[in-house]
């Protein structure tokens, strides 16, 4: 037996959710270009769940049941409360708090399908007032309830600011959530796909997932760009910091793709909105230093821009704390890691590789006094 490392060109599983051919990815096979052009979030949430787009009246439902169960239970608000919130990271209290909202969910180990369709929809629901509440409380104010008749994104927004959000920052905030919703079989929705496998909640997997996605090598990756960027400081420091990281043998975050080689679909649409952005608000040296960044990988390391990369300046364009990204990647991925939970209970086999043995040859057992 020969260990793959990191399971690179291994297929694992099949899928009929979201597909990466010849560096094109589809969602159920429509172009995530034609998606981003023109979807709303909760279409392409749609779109995962049941495999086909919907109509008019199914969309309308679709988001009026999302709409119903947006508040989450006060004992989570008030959990929340209990964190001393200077010290903790986002993605750690919503993990810990999506683990919650299971105990207060009468339905959490109901494992029917119409059951897991309805955790689906409560999950996908709460899971944004979490991180807007989260937001709110660490800032001393009182998280705001959830708003009726708005989108997702709009709602979002307005429980983060309190108030209603301009139209290019909703258009912003949708876009990013649909291109963000899912990604064949990434290391999270993996994870997520792992833990149902045993059998186990909608809840246990999705807080894997979380825990998953936290990682700089993954979710946590957008965060990190931001911090770079900051570093940097100006234009003219750019091309000097990276040289010197990649001297250091640093990884340059949001650069590099385990699957696409020749760039990242999804980036160009979050370039365009960081350009669109950071020139409404003035910040325009964060696109541009951007750019830089991007050729200077491209030419000397052959590496792509992937999805985290110009969405840190398109989300601080916005006002959004940098610790919120990867909470705000996850409310979007939230929907592709249920859409793959739902199809691993539908054809369910246990997820149980082998590990290639390297240790040493088999040892006499020696008793604790002789050692
Ligand atoms: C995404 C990522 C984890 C894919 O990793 P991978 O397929 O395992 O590729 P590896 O880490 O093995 O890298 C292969 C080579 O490219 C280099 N490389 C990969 N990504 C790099 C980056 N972002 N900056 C600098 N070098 C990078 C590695 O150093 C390695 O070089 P070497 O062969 O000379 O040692 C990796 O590109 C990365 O860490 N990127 C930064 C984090 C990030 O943006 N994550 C979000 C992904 S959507």
């Known amino acids: 037996m020969t260990a793959t ?39 392409v949430v749609y779109l995962l769940w049941n495999l086909k787009l919907p109509t008019q009246s199914e969309l309308d439902a679709f988001k009026n049941e999302i709409s119903k169960h947006m508040e989450v239970p006060q004992a989570v608000i008030d ?29 959490a180990d109901v494992m029917e399908e119409e059951a897991n369709k309805r955790k689906a ?101 957008n965060e990190r760009v931001m911090k770079m960027l900051s570093e940097i400081g100006e234009e003219e420091n750019a091309i000097p910091y990276i040289e010197e990281k990649l001297a250091n043998k640093e990884k340059i975050m949001g650069m590099g793709h385990r699957v696409y080689r020749n760039g990242d679909p999804r980036a160009k649409h979050l370039q365009k909105m960081s350009k669109e952005l950071t020139k409404l608000t003035g910040q325009e040296k964060w696109y541009n230093m951007s750019v830089k960044i991007e050729s200077y990988i491209k030419e000397n390391k052959g590496l792509p821009a992937n999805v985290d990369f110009y969405s840190a300046s398109v989300y601080h364009s916005l006002g959004i704390d940098h610790d919120l990204f990867t909470p705000i990647f996850a409310m979007s991925r939230v929907s592709g890691w249920l859409a793959h939970i739902l199809e691993q209970y539908s054809n369910n086999r246990l997820i149980r590789p082998r590990a290639e043995w390297i240790g040493p040859n088999t040892q006499e057992y020696v008793a604790i006094n002789n050692r």
């Open 79 to 107: 959990h929340l409360r209990s964190y001393d919130l200077s010290t903790v990271h986002p993605m750690a209290a919503l993990r810990t708090a999506v683990s919650l909202l299971g105990l207060y969910d009468e339905e």
């Open 5 to 43: 490392k990191g399971l690179e060109g291994v297929v694992a599983t099949q899928s009929s959710i979201s597909s990466i051919i010849d560096d094109q990815l589809t969602y159920v096979g429509y172009k995530i270009d034609d998606l981003a052009e023109n979807s709303s979030f909760e279409e």
């Open 121 to 221: 929809i409560r999950l996908q629901a709460q899971i944004s007032t979490v991180v807007a509440a989260f937001a709110r409380i660490r800032q001393g104010k009182e998280p705001v309830k959830p708003k009726k008749g708005v989108s997702y994104a709009e709602n979002f927004l307005y429980m983060l600011n309190g108030k209603d959000p301009e139209p290019i920052e909703v258009e912003a905030i949708n876009k990013a959530l649909v291109l963000h919703a899912d990604h064949e079989l990434n290391a999270s929705t993996f994870t997520a796909r792992v833990c149902v496998a045993t059998e186990s909640d909608v809840y246990s997997g999705i807080t894997a997932a979380i825990g998953a996605l936290k990682g700089p090598l993954h979710g946590g990756a």
